[in-house]
């Protein structure tokens, strides 16, 4: 009764005391994890506060300049290269715009659907995708250059649908005058890795040009100028808001190049395409007025300024790309035999009476080898003055074995034989002027009787290059004096410049030597008759046929053996010749050389005579 119900209420008490108890500790464990809980967010938002300081307050600057790059771009602004031109205007190398198209590095990715377009609707067929290498944001990179006028009319009927693909414009190289002074002015193209390892990237951007060959590598730094640059603001995009500073580029130097237009034309037109040379300067300035080799090659196509082939495969073999006028080596045959009769005049070992029976062969000892002469009977009784008309072989043989190797190769470097003339293009080779250490160190043989014979009339070791040939020559015409060939007039530090002073005990043996060049044309028995007219300027020349295959037969006359030898062309005679005038007062050396032509006195001469004829033509028009 009263006592369970008051069990029952006791029981229930402790319950709700132990309902408190728990309760109690509950509480206190929820309090607990909300005090962790409460830690944990202060610190996150203290960590917070401190980053967002951070940012704003310390790193600000950096962030500011980092912004500004994305927002702030520098453009390079690159000048137009300078022009070529000859004395009197004419522009022989200069620039034209040419359009092409090209997208931003930062919209490339996201734009396929436009370069589909562009490739599949707008170009033609024969431009290939090329996938671009990896570049700076915001840079160009061109798809298509030297847009075709349908390509253009293409471009402006498909260009809403190609909103991030723009038109551009830049500047080709171009010589209007294509091929006429190709070995002279050169060529443009791409950099490659070994130049790229010497050259800023500022002055010479990935896709730049730079000079490869002739004027235009020789005078890079001059012509290309400086780079200036824009400092813009673009959007997101790229697209450029307002120009913030601008830096023009310096202006490149414009260059007046020496030569003259009729006769490089003239000189052109002559060769006619077969292989040779032609070099033509004034003696008393060194200044060159034609330089031309041939076969040669237009140089728009490598500069990017025509479409076109090249060179034929079938030409390839010719050497068009190969400068025979300054790298050619030939050996100078008989235009060397002024210049050995000099030297016999300065030694006495001759007179201009000396006699020498000419017979058509020429031999040491009397069972010795026969040395044969051009002409198989022989010239007779032959003084120096005819040995030189009639270009007799016998009688320099004669000369050169009594003079010797030793006075011969130092006489003949005073005429700049064996050396490099130094004109202002690049790759000029050096002529081989040889002597007993020279035979020794690179024949690895000892110096013969019969090795000085040969050099005699031009042959055996001795090489000339065209431009090296013309230099010697002038010393001729000067009486003395060789002035380094050039080709720049209009700038400071281009003067003439002595290359090399001769020296000679006599001075009536320069005449003596200049008298019998005259009769080379003049007399009737010279071996340049052709050239001569009764009231004609008066030119001083000497024919050269340089052998190029040796006629060793001694069985055969020189004839017979020669007509064997010709059914090959490549090992015909080459033909040359070496002129000056007009006398007394000289004003252009002309050395022609047409590789295996023969005849120097039908092939080469009468180039040299209509060069030298025109120059006259050229001075009374001034």
């Known amino acids: 009764g009263p006592l369970h119900k008051t069990i029952l209420i006791i029981s229930k008490f402790m319950r709700n005391i132990q309902d408190l108890k728990k309760d109690e500790q509950d509480v206190l464990s929820l309090k607990r994890r909300s005090k962790v809980v409460f830690a944990f967010l202060f610190i996150l938002i203290l960590a917070s506060i401190f980053k967002i300081f951070q940012l704003t307050v310390i790193e600000r600057v950096n962030y500011t300049v980092e912004s500004e790059k994305n927002r702030i771009i520098e453009v390079p602004i690159f000048p137009s290269r300078g022009l070529i031109t000859l004395e009197d205007g004419t522009i022989i190398a200069e620039n034209i715009v040419t359009q092409g198209i090209f997208i931003r590095s930062s919209l490339f990715e996201s734009s396929q659907d436009q370069l589909d377009v562009l490739y599949r609707d707008v170009l033609n067929l024969e431009r290939k995708f090329i996938q671009p290498e990896a570049k700076k944001e915001n840079q160009k ?19 809403n649908s190609l909103s991030h693909i723009e038109l551009g414009t830049s500047l080709r190289r171009y010589l209007p005058h294509k091929n006429l002074f190709s070995h002279v002015i050169g060529h443009l193209g791409p950099i490659n890795s070994d130049e790229r390892l010497a050259l800023s990237k500022k002055d010479y951007p990935v896709d730049s040009f730079i000079g490869k060959v002739g004027i235009e590598k020789v005078y890079e730094n001059s012509l290309k100028g400086s780079v200036g640059k824009s400092v813009i603001e673009v959007d997101v995009f790229g697209n450029k808001i307002r120009e913030i500073e601008r830096i023009d580029p310096e202006r490149p130097q414009n260059i007046t190049l020496s030569l003259n237009f009729k ?33 040669d090659y237009n140089p728009n196509i490598l500069n990017g300024s025509e479409k076109g082939i090249l060179v034929k495969d079938s030409s390839m073999q010719e050497a068009p790309f190969f400068n025979r006028a300054i790298s050619g080596s030939y050996p100078p045959a008989s235009t060397i035999k002024p210049f050995i ?22 031999q040491l000892k009397e069972d010795g080898r026969k040395y044969r002469g051009w002409k198989e009977e022989g010239h007779g009784k032959v003084n120096l003055n005819k040995a030189i008309v009639e270009s007799s072989d016998v009688y320099f043989y004669q000369l050169a074995s009594q003079l010797t190797i030793d006075r011969i190769s130092n006489f003949l470097s005073k005429f700049g034989f064996g050396k490099i003339s130094g004109v202002d293009l690049y790759n000029e080779s050096k002529s081989i002027l040889p002597s007993r250490n020279w035979k020794l160190g690179n024949i690895g043989e000892s110096w013969f009787v019969g090795d000085t014979i040969n050099i005699g009339i031009g ?34 530090s281009i003067k003439p410049e002595i290359f090399q002073e001769v020296q000679i005990e006599n001075q009536k043996h320069w005449d003596s030597i200049e008298r019998s060049m005259i009769s080379v044309i003049n007399s009737w028995n010279g071996t340049a008759h052709n050239l001569y007219e009764k009231d004609g300027i008066l030119i001083a020349g000497k024919t050269g046929t340089a052998q190029i295959k040796s ?16 059914k090959n062309i490549k090992d015909r005679d080459h033909a040359l010749f070496a002129s000056y005038g007009p006398i007394p007062n000289p004003n252009l050396v002309v050395i022609v050389i047409v590789e295996n032509g023969e005849s120097g006195s039908a092939v080469a001469a009468p180039i040299a005579k209509k060069l030298i004829m025109q120059h006259q033509i050229n001075l009374t028009e001034r």
């Open 459 to 492: 042959q055996g070791y001795i090489t000339s290059t065209p431009i090296q040939l013309a230099a010697s020559v002038s010393a001729i015409a000067t009486r003395g004096t060789i002035f380094r060939p050039k080709l720049i007039i209009n700038q400071d």
């Open 341 to 362: 009769g000099l030297l016999g005049l300065e030694e006495n070992i001759i007179n201009e009476s000396t006699i020498v029976e000419d017979t058509g062969f020429f």
């Open 551 to 566: 006629l060793v037969d001694q069985e055969l006359t020189v004839r017979e053996e020669y007509e064997g030898v010709r």
């Open 141 to 159: 990179i061109w798809l298509a250059k030297d847009l075709s006028s349908k390509e253009l009319a293409k471009y402006e009927l498909h260009k």
């Open 263 to 295: 006769l490089q034309k003239i000189a052109r037109e002559e060769l006619g395409g077969r292989r040779g040379a032609v070099v033509a300067l004034d003696p008393k300035t060194g200044m060159i007025k034609a330089l031309v080799s041939s076969p």
